[in-house]
């Protein structure tokens, strides 16, 4: 038994004329990937040649420029660690001195209000008894990251316009001199020194992040939103005094 067999597409039926092939009126495209291009003096008529990424287009050294102002990730971790220390250290000396760049705090990062948090929690907990200095290094952690959070929605929920996580960086930062007391009060023991010094750094906190939340638009709710914020620096002096 023969098996049909599938005649191809370009044999005739009969009766019919054979097809004569069709020319495709495109030239054909030849050429390289990769390599340099070829057939500059041919003619107009002549298959175009040449190789894909060259000719014309950016370079590599032009294509590499676009945006390297703003590029961070080819640079050393050493060089980048040594920016965010620069940008932290630039934020401290605003909030010791809060009649400079007002603006420089708008800038937010977390690096340093992390610091600040850091610090002062470790300085406090030293100063505990031995069963309680990982309660206290809990408790001052959670008391400054919460008390920043309150803070900021508090301002929020009266209108302020103020970012999130800016407010919880200014907050943080300007526990500076908070944090300043903390350590010089490991070198002091006498109350009425200590007194002076928390009660100086509390008005400092709060005199540099004034500043920020006058810039908030609270209006004339300003004194419902500067009120939450005496109160958490009042709380980090009087657990500082008493350590």
């Known amino acids: 038994m023969n098996s049909p067999s599938i005649e191809p597409d370009d044999v005739p ?17 030849t050429g390289n990937i990769g390599s340099s291009s070829s057939g500059h003096g041919s003619s107009s008529n002549s298959a175009p040649t040449g190789n ?8 590599v050294g032009q294509a590499s420029g676009i945006g390297s102002a703003i590029d961070t990730l080819d640079e050393p971790v050493s060089e980048t660690l040594l920016r965010d ?48 200095k990982i309660t206290v290094f809990t408790w001052i952690f959670i008391i400054v990251w919460l008390g920043s959070a309150v803070v900021t929605v508090n301002a ?17 930062y300007c526990l500076f001199p908070l944090v300043l007391v ?24 709060s005199w540099a992040s004034l500043g920020f939340l006058s810039d908030s638009n609270l209006a004339n709710r300003r004194a419902l939103g500067v009120y939450p914020l005496f109160l958490f620096y009042f709380v980090i002096a009087w657990m500082i005094l008493i350590s």
Request: proline share 8%; charged share 15%.
């Open 182 to 205: 903390s350590v010089v009060s490991i070198f002091l023991s006498n109350i009425y020194i200590r007194l002076p010094l928390s009660g100086i750094a509390f008005a400092w906190a």
């Open 13 to 29: 039926l009969p009766g019919q004329k054979p097809l004569s092939p069709t020319k495709s009126p495109l030239p054909k495209v």
């Open 52 to 59: 894909i990424g060259g000719g014309v287009g950016l370079g």
């Open 85 to 132: 220390l620069r940008n932290v250290g630039a934020k401290l000396q605003q909030v010791l001195y809060p009649k400079g760049r007002k603006d420089i705090l708008k800038d937010w990062d977390l690096w340093g209000p992390l610091l600040m948090c850091l610090t002062l929690s470790i300085v406090l907990s030293m100063r505990a008894q031995p069963d309680q």
């Open 156 to 172: 929020k929920l009266l209108g302020g316009r103020v970012s999130f996580f800016q407010s919880v960086c200014v907050i943080g």
